[in-house]
């Protein structure tokens, strides 16, 4: 590697090619045992920390403290302190300390590329990819915290004028996943600080330290201390998810993550009746029709359901393939996974990374056993890869698939596609309505009624048509069912951060 430019965060040069881990505690290298309290680095009280592993090689990466509810409550005070002089900042300002905060995301972008493989596992491309996309998130709020209007509204009752401001909402709660350890929490930071919220982030357990190298950069950029915070914790974890739940001085919580967490988090926080937003997991189908352009449908599957070995949210997770094109579209499909190399992120010409851990590769071990079972044939790859390391599967095609079997009904969260042949649109879209999720949707037709039919059908958050790549910081991200609600990013986005003040003025 290049000398690091943010020598601080990251690591110089140690942990090439290698896999050399790099000496614990060396300030030089990563920053371990501190998060971010007050504009300040800062143990846990307790002194205690956590191990963070490198998917690829399950070499320890460092130590992270772990906070518990007594850290995160100092935290919560830090942002609340910090609150009544940031949101009377002017719209202006807070967009000059966003748009600063970017200009250093992109300067150190490889460095926190770098910072992603190394704790998530995904291949150097993919990493790139995420820091620039992080980074996109401060750039666009950047420019809409100038932009924050409120109305003037005919009132009904003569002589009074209505009108209404946009209020920041207070102290945020943030919780994010390690899918995307820099863009989930530019995706919630960026809106919150547009909207003159302050906030306590508390980063994934798996991947800390890219959440810290982002808090040094606010650092760097002259964010005011205490107006993002940001914690770490895993065994701590329900704990520090309970205090910013219940804390009456959190005014809002939004989550990205599990549904299973965001229905505990909801409960959590109804004691205090906070504003909440909660992007969950999704189960999203992917439909190709017979009038549709085999090669762009798919390209656009290959993209959707193997970005990140299938570890986002709005991975497709069911694909359903017209019977008239259904045997050409599993030939060519299959021909492209082939061509896939697993294998470490930073290896030249690495396409598909590790899963996170052995939970994740043991999950998607039994979602294939399981349609084996129950008839599925598995046409490409379907086993683990200990000559790579434990968290290493094969890319994986499964035709034949059912309803009945656990990939149809669960979050894979792998590198499977389980493809399904159906005969009619209505069969189609009534199958992929059936599930109790609807994050995202993808189709494939050339057939204008059909697209409008179709798009408009399908019970999810966001369509894609003819393509596999929705997420963009400029268009609403969000789901229904238990997908969750509210939305991150575009104008949409900063609303969830605000709330609408109306003032009546009488006698006028
Ligand atoms: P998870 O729900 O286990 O964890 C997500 C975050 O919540 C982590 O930071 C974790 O430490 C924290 N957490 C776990 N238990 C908690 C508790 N009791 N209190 C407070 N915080 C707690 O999810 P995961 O397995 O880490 O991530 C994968 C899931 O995230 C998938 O379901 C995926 O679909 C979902 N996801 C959704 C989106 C989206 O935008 N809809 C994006 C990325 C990932």
Redesign the pocket.
């Known amino acids: 590697f290049q000398a690091s430019t943010i020598p601080n965060l990251c690591f110089r040069n140690t942990y090439a090619m290698s896999h050399t881990v790099p000496k614990l505690n060396d300030p030089s290298l990563l920053k371990t045992n501190v998060a971010y309290v007050n504009g300040s680095w800062v143990k846990a009280a307790s002194g205690k920390t956590f191990e963070v592993f490198d998917p690829s090689s399950g070499k320890l990466i460092g130590t992270a403290p772990e906070f518990d509810a007594a850290d995160t409550k100092a935290a919560i005070d830090a942002a609340a302190a910090a609150f009544p002089s940031f949101k009377t900042k002017t719209g202006r300002e807070r967009s000059k300390l966003l748009r600063k905060w970017y200009d250093l995301m992109v300067e150190n972008s490889e460095d926190i590329a770098k910072l992603i493989t190394w704790e998530n596992g995904k291949p150097m491309a993919d990493a790139k990819g995420e820091a620039a996309y992080a980074a996109n998130f401060f750039e666009w709020f950047s420019e809409e915290a100038p932009r924050v209007y409120g109305d003037t509204i005919p009132a009904s009752i003569p002589g009074n004028r209505v009108v209404t401001y946009k209020e920041p909402v207070g102290v945020c709660g943030l ?6 350890p820099a863009a ?1 929490i530019t995706r919630k930071i960026g809106p919150a600080l547009a909207a003159g919220c302050t906030v306590v982030a ?5 991947t800390p330290f890219t959440s810290l190298a982002l808090a040094e950069l606010a650092h760097r950029a002259g964010i005011p201390k205490g107006v993002v915070n940001i914690v770490s ?1 895993l065994k701590n ?2 704990e ?3 205090v ?2 219940t804390s009456p001085i959190v005014k809002k919580v939004s ?8 229905k ?2 909801m409960k959590q926080a109804s004691s205090t009746l906070k504003k909440l937003s909660f ?4 189960n999203s189908p992917f439909i190709v029709f017979d009038d549709a352009d085999l090669d762009i449908a798919v390209a656009g599957a290959i993209t959707s359901k193997f970005r990140s070995s299938g570890q ?3 991975c497709a997770n069911r694909i359903f393939v017209q019977e008239g094109i259904h045997d050409e579209f599993v030939e060519k499909f299959a021909a492209k996974v082939k061509e896939f190399k697993v294998g470490g992120g930073y290896t030249e010409g690495v396409t598909h990374g590790p899963l996170i851990h052995d939970r994740a590769i043991n999950k998607v071990d039994a979602h294939v056993r399981d349609a084996e079972k129950k008839g599925g044939k598995v046409i490409q790859g379907g086993q683990k890869m200990p000559e790579l390391g434990s968290n290493f599967f094969q890319p994986t095609v499964i035709t034949g698939m059912t309803t009945d079997m656990a990939l149809a009904s669960e ?1 894979t ?1 792998g590198p499977v596609a389980g493809l399904f042949k159906f005969s009619t649109e209505e069969e189609v879209i009534k199958i992929a309505n059936a599930a109790d999720v609807g ?1 995202a949707g993808y189709f494939f037709s050339r057939d204008l009624q059909r697209v409008q039919r179709v798009a408009e059908a399908l019970e999810v958050g966001m369509v894609g048509v003819n393509t596999g790549l929705i997420s963009d910081a400029a268009a609403p ?3 229904v069912k238990e ?2 609600f509210g939305r ?1 990013g575009s104008k949409y986005g900063i609303a969830e951060y605000q709330t609408t003040k109306m003032i009546t003025y009488g006698g006028m």
Request: aromatic share 10%.
């Open positions: 919780i994010t996943p390690w899918n995307f989930m508390k980063s994934p357990g798996e914790a974890t329900a520090v998810g309970e910013l739940t989550f990205t993550g599990s549904t299973g967490v965001g505990l988090l992007e969950l997991g999704g986002t949210c709005v979050e969260f994050l991200f969000g789901g997908s969750g991150e």
